[in-house]
């Protein structure tokens, strides 16, 4: 998929999720997928780094990567304040567990494969020709492969339904607690997810403007 488009800009998409993919008594009626794109992710990185300042008195060791769900309230509204005021796009897709079909219950590799290559495929909607997405290093490494595959795949179905050019699409895993704007997704997924789980919106309606729901 890649043309080698070198002098283009490159788009840095991170993607997380909020919810688990679990069909248990305690696991949870929806599960959120979402993306932040820039151009200039070292700039929207330094989010964080405010927030720190700002709110956390602990050092940076105590605390090496913020999460929404450990962060109080001050935290969650000032960095979600933020990141409604940076230049970039987000965007998000949410399922929610009772709609699955009966087959893929259990399945749940199945069912991030579909939500993350989704995310993905909105990307080749974009003028943009150039890509590196990077996703939280938390799966083993042939479900890694195999979900990269699949991403590959069904994005270049996408390309050749609009008509479009190919485009460079890179994949890179990585740590959350080393990559600031993976962190920084984990509090948009939050806030989408708090919206649909629990029905509250005080942090959703922070980013509303920002940010876009792709169905499928």
Same mark, same amino acid.
């Given at each position: 998929?890649?043309?080698?488009?070198?002098?283009?800009? !490159?788009?840095?998409?991170? !993607?997380? *999720?909020?919810?688990?993919?679990?069909?248990?008594?305690?696991?949870?009626?929806?599960?959120?997928?979402?993306?932040?794109?820039?151009?200039?992710?070292?700039?929207?990185?330094?989010? !964080?780094?405010?927030?720190?300042?700002?709110?956390?008195?602990?050092?940076?060791?105590?605390?090496? *990567?913020?999460?929404?769900?450990?962060?109080?309230?001050?935290? &969650?509204? %000032?960095?979600?304040?933020?990141?409604?005021?940076?230049?970039? *796009?987000?965007?998000?897709?949410?399922?929610?567990?009772?709609?699955?079909?009966?087959?893929?219950?259990? %399945?749940?590799?199945?069912?991030? /494969?579909?939500? %993350?290559?989704?995310?993905?495929?909105?990307?080749?909607?974009?003028?943009?020709?150039?890509?590196?997405?990077?996703?939280? &290093?938390?799966?083993?490494?042939?479900?890694?492969?195999?979900?990269?595959?699949?991403?590959?795949?069904?994005?270049?179905?996408?390309?050749?339904?609009?008509?479009?050019?190919?485009?460079?699409?890179?994949?890179?895993?990585?740590?959350?607690?080393?990559?600031?704007?993976?962190?920084?997704?984990?509090?948009?997924?939050?806030?989408?997810?708090?919206?649909? *789980?629990?029905?509250? /919106?005080?942090?959703?309606?922070?980013? &509303?403007?920002?940010?876009?729901?792709?169905?499928?």
């Amino acid at each position: 998929m890649q043309d080698g488009l070198s002098v283009s800009k !490159v788009l840095h998409v991170f !993607v997380d *999720e909020s919810g688990d993919l679990g069909f248990s008594e305690r696991s949870t009626s929806y599960i959120v997928m979402g993306a932040m794109a820039t151009h200039e992710p070292l700039k929207v990185a330094r989010i !964080v780094r405010k927030v720190r300042e700002r709110h956390l008195c602990k050092p940076r060791g105590d605390v090496p *990567e913020l999460k929404f769900s450990e962060s109080s309230d001050a935290v &969650k509204t %000032a960095l979600l304040r933020m990141l409604g005021e940076y230049d970039g *796009e987000m965007w998000y897709v949410y399922l929610r567990k009772r709609d699955i079909l009966t087959q893929y219950r259990g %399945a749940e590799k199945h069912t991030y /494969n579909v939500l %993350a290559t989704e995310i993905c495929k909105h990307l080749v909607k974009l003028p943009e020709r150039k890509f590196l997405v990077k996703m939280d &290093k938390a799966l083993e490494k042939k479900d890694r492969e195999r979900l990269k595959y699949h991403i590959l795949e069904e994005t270049e179905k996408t390309l050749r339904k609009l008509g479009k050019l190919s485009v460079d699409l890179q994949i890179e895993w990585v740590y959350s607690e080393s990559e600031p704007c993976i962190q920084l997704v984990d509090f948009v997924c939050g806030a989408v997810f708090r919206k649909y *789980e629990y029905g509250d /919106n005080r942090y959703f309606d922070l980013i &509303k403007h920002k940010i876009a729901q792709i169905e499928f």
